[in-house]
């Protein structure tokens, strides 16, 4: 019997055909810490990076003075501004008050709507299989994700819709432990920074320092050789995503 077609399978997707991508980010500031250079060479090659915010934000309160403005409008403004200096141009906010996400189903119809509305061709998250994910915010939004991208293609699926179903081409995880696709971004490092510095009100100096060197250090382990800075995500076909034991492994 030829297994090519059944190992074909085992394959992470490729990402050529991306021209439309929705980041998700379960608060302002992990789509510039996961996968920001990622983010910042996708727009220069043209391809459509929309942001999607979660939770409002408003229990980072770190104890840096952010001036008058409420945290959740200081955090919007960020979220804005980082996006922006890496080419995004769309941003979508569920304002679901931080710290609170539990309902993995109901998110997932609600990402899952705006997936069909705006038309994406692939997706990201943080990766809610992240061995230490202490955060659950994180974990429910990478599932809702998930669950969303194996189901927007199903007719109705979410109840009550009038978008129209819709197949993904790559799901991408980002903040993960076992990548399987590596984008050299040491061209682009320096815009990373420069956008996660603009989260003021959560990243002091100290702080911006040491995520620059933990960085610049994991993106050298990446490539192997140094200099060469990698930033890697978890990419799966949606179908890898449901009764695929050996999605684990691609």
Not at 3 to 29: E, M, R
Request: include cysteine; charged fraction near 20%.
């Amino acid at each position: 019997m030829d297994n090519s077609a059944i190992l074909s399978l085992f394959a992470p997707p490729s990402l050529d055909g991306v021209k439309k991508i929705l980041c998700v980010q379960p608060h302002p500031d992990d789509n510039e810490i996961g996968m920001g250079g990622i983010i910042s060479l996708l727009t220069k090659k043209g391809v459509q990076v929309d942001y999607l915010t979660v939770t409002d934000g408003s229990l980072g309160d770190t104890g840096i003075p952010y001036g008058d403005e409420s945290l959740v409008d200081v955090r919007r403004r960020e979220t804005e501004m980082a996006g922006k200096a890496l080419g995004v141009t769309a941003f979508h906010y569920f304002s679901i008050p931080d710290g609170t996400l539990s309902d993995v189903g109901e998110l997932s119809r609600r990402i899952a709507e705006l997936l069909r509305r705006e038309r994406y061709d692939a997706v990201a998250a943080p990766d809610p299989w992240n061995s230490y994910e202490a955060h659950n915010d994180h974990v429910v939004t990478g599932k809702a994700v998930a669950q969303a991208s194996i189901s927007c293609n199903l007719k109705k699926y979410p109840e009550n819709t009038d978008t129209e179903p819709l197949n993904l081409s790559a799901v991408l995880f980002y903040f993960t432990s076992k990548p399987n696709t590596f984008f050299d971004i040491t061209g682009e490092f320096q815009r990373k920074m420069g956008a996660v510095s603009l989260h003021a009100s959560q990243i002091s100096p100290e702080m911006l320092q040491l995520y620059g060197g933990y960085f610049m250090w994991r993106g050298e382990r990446m490539s192997g050789k140094e200099g060469v800075i990698m930033e890697g995500v978890k990419a799966l076909l949606p179908l890898h995503l449901h009764c695929i034991p050996e999605a684990e492994g691609i």
